[in-house]
């Protein structure tokens, strides 16, 4: 059965969903070889639906691919001004303070003016079942970015870690890191201009594995 694609704005997921995206939220961020978390489908839901939320000048959309009712992978995306997007919540915990928030928003006004619309993605992953490589990935990836486009964003940007498969994949997409956290967990904030990122994310899919080949052949990844 051919997965389907569904977004929702963040504050319309109903109970069913919410306790899916839970789910995927556990097996994707407790998963050891990464992140090493713990959550509960408790805990998960509380964090990802019950903070957050959107207000006049915030957009939350949630996107998921499902297989069978099940979620294999899901994005979150906040679209607004630089001062309402990105806020201490979109920092990696331990850098959850308002003297890192004021250095990060300083590197990202150093690419766009502090009015600018932008997107921050929240959450992004899929379960190790449905990773197939480029496909899935772009799939989680350009959807949330071409939502944001339409809604004014100019910029995108998100924190991952070097360790991270997403760090590796967006790197040899040419998306820049631009700010570090210079911690344990080699967190770092990444970004860049939407429609340029968009124009290299929809090449076809033989030519960007080509490309990435090419573009991370030399470079050392510490996973
Ligand atoms: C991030 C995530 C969605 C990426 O999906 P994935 O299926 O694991 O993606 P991969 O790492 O296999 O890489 C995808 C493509 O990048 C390219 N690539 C990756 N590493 C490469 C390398 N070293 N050299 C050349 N190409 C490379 C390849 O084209 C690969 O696709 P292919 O195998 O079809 O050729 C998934 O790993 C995930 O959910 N991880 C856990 C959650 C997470 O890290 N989230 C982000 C943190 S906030």
New binding site residues.
Partial sequence: MKDAMIDVPLVDADDCLRTEVARWYCE??N?PR??GESWTIESASHYLFDSGADDGDLETRLFAMQREGQVM?AAIACVGRVSCALTVRELPKQARNVEVLVKVRRQVEWFVPDDTVILV?R?????PAA???????LN??VPPIAWAEARGARFGC????RV??????LH?YGIRDIFDFRDEQQAVFMGDDISTALYRLRQP?KK??RM??E???H?R?SA
């Fill in positions: 994707v961020f998963d990464y992140f992978g993605f959450e992004l992953g899929i379960v990773r197939n490589g480029l496909g899935n990935a989680m990836i998100f924190w991952t870690s991270s498969p997403l760090y590796r994949l040899g899919l960007a594995r990435l080949l573009r991370l052949g470079e990844f």
